[in-house]
């Protein structure tokens, strides 16, 4: 399963934030120059023959070789697995569209405008009860069109030190269903901390998204559009970011994380930290780096919200490039959603489903590991419908040829926590640099 953590390492950069291609560059890459799609990578299949795009890194692909290969020999039809190198894929996307050579399916890391046109409506795939996807994680247009369903997903996470924890004699919450406040969370990192000499109680990524994910919990919106697309925070997101501002103190909290870029991981992994805000993707590194101590995913916080902040790990699409070929394009998607398929695509590829109920087997040696997947598992359908709002958000900025290029939630509330500025300065500051 090291495969696992490679596939996030090109999809996530440090702290975990999502390594997606900046919208901007998406939107504005008609100015590049058209180059060749490459030989055999083409558009424009038959009913009895697709091209399929992915982009990951070699071994990363064995769930979708699997399901290819188990769909031939099912219907007859083949479908060609073409992997595309990451850095270059938005913009090969881009060019193939310009010269009309679209494939037939793809996993993509975002939507263009150049192409979203081309999309075939999933909705058919999505509403099918008998599949169960998560209708919170969906790209969709204006019309309500289904663009494009999540090939997997990622969330945001709570680790701990279970060794620490388990000296200190406090107790955690063993289910979703029953879980703990952030007030409580830190309350008991805080006790442990004492106890046992830890240097933290916690170190949180220097991340926008688990920040959202933080406020979500709390009731809040963070940085939200309303109707005319002008962005505010509410009451609640401005109690929720003073909150985590006040927790980086040097003892809850190092200042050194949001201020200088120090890494958290890293941290929690010395041994020296009681937990760590992160998510989903750290799981597969973990069962195999942290030797020292025991560790365990544990239940998100909610203050009163059971949420997070959920994003597609790719987004399927299908390309309306011919009569027969869409109309095998959707049969292929249709087939791959099918709850046994998608479970083995699931298991091989290591992914988090979009599916609820569907209880992968993952081949995990680690039992905590397969404890963290389990857990994530079980409360990704517990999630308010906030946890997908960003996700979809983005999607929405990019139909419209809007973008925000560089977020500046890590910076402003470096400087909140540096004492710099006052908190509502830094939010007004976030604010601005979204509207």
Same mark, same amino acid.
């Given at each position: 399963?090291?495969?696992?953590?490679?596939?996030?390492?090109?999809?996530?950069?440090?702290?975990?934030?999502?390594?997606?291609?900046?919208?901007?560059?998406?939107?504005?890459?008609?100015?590049?120059?058209?180059?060749?799609?490459?030989?055999?990578?083409?558009?424009?299949?038959?009913?009895?023959?697709?091209?399929?795009?992915?982009?990951?890194?070699?071994?990363?692909?064995?769930?979708?070789?699997?399901?290819?290969?188990?769909?031939?020999?099912?219907?007859?039809?083949?479908?060609?697995?073409?992997?595309?190198? /990451?850095?270059?894929?938005?913009?090969?996307?881009?060019?193939?569209?310009?010269?009309?050579?679209?494939?037939?399916?793809?996993?993509?890391?975002?939507?263009?405008?150049?192409?979203?046109?081309?999309?075939?409506?999933?909705?058919?795939?999505?509403?099918?009860?008998?599949?169960?996807?998560?209708?919170?994680?969906?790209?969709?247009?204006?019309?309500?069109?289904?663009?494009?369903?999540?090939?997997?997903?990622?969330?945001?996470?709570?680790?701990?030190?279970?060794?620490?924890?388990?000296?200190?004699?406090?107790?955690?919450?063993?289910?979703?269903?029953?879980?703990?406040?952030?007030?409580?969370?830190?309350?008991?990192?805080?006790?442990?901390?004492?106890?046992?000499?830890?240097?933290?109680?916690?170190?949180?990524?220097?991340?926008?998204?688990?920040?959202?994910?933080?406020? /979500?919990?709390?009731?809040?919106?963070?940085?939200?559009?309303?109707?005319?697309?002008?962005?505010?925070?509410?009451?609640?997101?401005?109690?929720?970011?003073?909150?985590?501002?006040?927790?980086?103190?040097?003892?809850?909290?190092?200042?050194?994380?949001?201020?200088?870029?120090?890494?958290?991981?890293?941290?929690?992994?010395?041994?020296?930290?009681?937990?760590?805000?992160?998510?989903?993707?750290?799981?597969?590194?973990?069962?195999?780096?942290?030797?020292?101590?025991?560790?365990?995913?544990?239940?998100?916080?909610?203050?009163?919200?059971?949420?997070?902040?959920?994003?597609?790990?790719?987004?399927?699409?299908?390309?309306?490039?011919?009569?027969?070929?869409?109309?095998?394009?959707?049969?292929?998607?249709?087939?791959?959603?099918?709850?046994?398929? /998608?479970?083995?695509?699931?298991?091989?590829?290591?992914?988090?489903?979009?599916?609820?109920?569907?209880?992968?087997?993952?081949?995990?040696?680690?039992?905590?590991?397969?404890?963290?997947?389990?857990?994530?598992?079980?409360?990704?359908?517990? /999630?308010?419908?906030?946890?997908?709002?960003?996700?979809?958000?983005?999607?929405?900025?990019?139909?419209?040829?809007?973008?925000?290029?560089?977020?500046?939630?890590?910076?402003?509330?470096?400087?909140?926590?540096?004492?710099?500025?006052?908190?509502?300065?830094?939010?007004?500051?976030?604010?601005?640099?979204?509207?």
């Amino acid at each position: 399963m090291t495969s696992v953590g490679v596939r996030r390492s090109r999809r996530l950069g440090r702290g975990g934030i999502r390594r997606l291609v900046p919208l901007a560059a998406v939107a504005t890459a008609g100015a590049l120059l058209l180059s060749a799609c490459g030989s055999g990578s083409g558009s424009g299949g038959t009913s009895k023959s697709l091209t399929f795009w992915i982009s990951t890194v070699p071994g990363q692909d064995a769930g979708w070789k699997k399901l290819v290969a188990q769909y031939k020999k099912e219907t007859g039809v083949d479908v060609k697995l073409v992997n595309i190198p /990451y850095d270059g894929y938005p913009t090969k996307l881009h060019n193939a569209a310009q010269a009309n050579s679209l494939p037939d399916v793809a996993d993509v890391p975002a939507l263009d405008p150049i192409w979203s046109s081309k999309l075939i409506d999933l909705s058919s795939i999505a509403k099918n009860k008998t599949n169960n996807i998560n209708a919170n994680f969906l790209a969709k247009d204006s019309s309500g069109k289904v663009l494009s369903i999540p090939s997997d997903v990622t969330a945001s996470g709570l680790f701990i030190n279970e060794t620490l924890f388990k000296k200190a004699g406090v107790a955690v919450p063993t289910s979703p269903q029953n879980t703990w406040t952030w007030t409580d969370f830190v309350k008991a990192a805080n006790k442990v901390r004492e106890k046992t000499g830890a240097k933290y109680s916690l170190t949180f990524d220097q991340s926008p998204s688990r920040l959202r994910a933080m406020v /979500y919990e709390m009731g809040g919106q963070y940085v939200h559009a309303d109707s005319s697309g002008k962005f505010s925070v509410d009451a609640a997101t401005k109690k929720a970011v003073e909150y985590f501002v006040g927790l980086n103190d040097d003892k809850t909290m190092p200042k050194s994380v949001w201020t200088s870029g120090a890494d958290p991981s890293a941290m929690f992994q010395s041994g020296d930290v009681v937990a760590y805000w992160s998510g989903v993707w750290q799981v597969p590194a973990f069962a195999t780096s942290i030797k020292k101590f025991d560790w365990a995913s544990v239940p998100t916080p909610a203050e009163p919200v059971q949420a997070s902040d959920v994003n597609s790990g790719g987004m399927m699409v299908g390309f309306n490039n011919n009569g027969a070929a869409a109309t095998a394009a959707q049969k292929f998607l249709s087939w791959v959603y099918e709850p046994d398929h /998608y479970r083995e695509l699931c298991e091989a590829s290591g992914f988090l489903p979009v599916e609820s109920g569907l209880n992968p087997k993952y081949p995990f040696t680690s039992e905590a590991a397969q404890a963290a997947f389990k857990l994530y598992n079980e409360e990704i359908p517990l /999630y308010a419908p906030i946890s997908g709002y960003f996700n979809g958000a983005q999607t929405d900025w990019v139909l419209k040829g809007k973008s925000l290029t560089t977020d500046p939630t890590k910076t402003e509330l470096g400087k909140a926590i540096n004492g710099q500025q006052s908190v509502d300065k830094a939010l007004e500051n976030i604010v601005a640099g979204y509207n």
